[in-house]
């Protein structure tokens, strides 16, 4: 099974809007982290948010929050007041406890803001 | 430097040269991954290293890939004898603190290998 899934292969929205960027990942291990980041053109990883699964609050980064449904296994991210910069890839990642060397990240979601 | 560096930006070679690809990771960290992202897909792990411990490369795809790493310096991911389907960015990235589980990863630009 795929670890994250990230359903939204492409997206658009218009500029000023939110949008909603969804994920959902796979595990069973009792802790976890969950990372964001952004892929402009240039192909730079940027790392955006993250929340911890024992985490009580949603994370928040200027922009940027995390809408997480642990029951779900979802972690949404949530742009608000899109602007032109925010086109991009965004990318879901995941490291376990008990797997803790590695990374996992979704097939990602391209991201287009419309003027 | 102030972040991750990787050389070369691009590389061009021919199916069945070798080709070796270099990562400088941010200084003092510890955790240096590679990863390989093909067009338009998600970063598919190859390798870490942690110090001076064992890497895990449970991800290198096959034995004409390795990667080197002394102490917490630069490494190195070698293809031996590329194929066209070796084509891709593949990025380096590197961590401190990797026991803490918030810890992100900084990438460098990537190198884009095209196999002709």
């Known amino acids: 099974a795929q670890k994250i899934t990230q359903t939204q292969p492409g997206m658009f929205v218009q500029e000023k809007e939110a949008v909603t960027l969804d994920c959902t990942y796979d595990?069973?291990?009792?802790?976890?982290?969950l990372f964001w980041y952004k892929q402009p053109s240039s192909g730079e990883m940027i790392f955006l948010i993250y929340?911890?699964?024992?985490?009580?609050q949603n994370a928040t980064e200027g922009r940027y929050s995390l809408n997480f449904q642990k029951a779900r296994k979802s972690a949404n991210l949530v742009i608000s007041a899109s602007q032109l910069g925010d086109s991009a890839m965004y990318f879901c990642?995941?490291?376990?406890?008990?797997?803790?060397?590695?990374?996992?990240f979704g097939s990602g979601t391209k991201l287009n803001v419309k003027p | 430097g102030a972040g991750v560096s990787q050389s070369p930006s691009n590389k061009v070679t021919e199916k069945g040269k070798d080709v070796e690809l270099r990562c400088d990771p941010i200084?003092?960290?510890?955790?240096l991954y590679w990863y390989r992202q093909r067009l338009g897909q998600g970063l598919e792990f190859l390798i870490y290293?942690?110090?001076?411990?064992?890497?895990?490369k449970s991800g290198l795809p096959s034995d004409r890939f390795s990667a080197e790493r002394t102490g917490e310096s630069v490494s190195t991911l070698t293809i031996q004898r590329t194929q066209q389907e070796d084509s891709a960015v593949y990025l380096c990235?590197?961590?401190?603190?990797?026991?803490?589980?918030?810890?992100?990863?900084?990438f460098g630009q990537g190198t884009r290998l095209t196999v002709v």
């Open positions: 929340q911890g699964s024992y985490d009580q």
């Open positions: 595990t069973s291990d009792p802790s976890y982290g």
């Open positions: 290293f942690q110090g001076n411990s064992a890497p895990d």
């Open positions: 200084s003092g960290h510890t955790a």
């Open positions: 990642a995941m490291r376990e406890i008990y797997n803790f060397n590695k990374f996992y």
């Open positions: 990235a590197s961590s401190s603190l990797s026991g803490q589980m918030n810890t992100e990863a900084f």
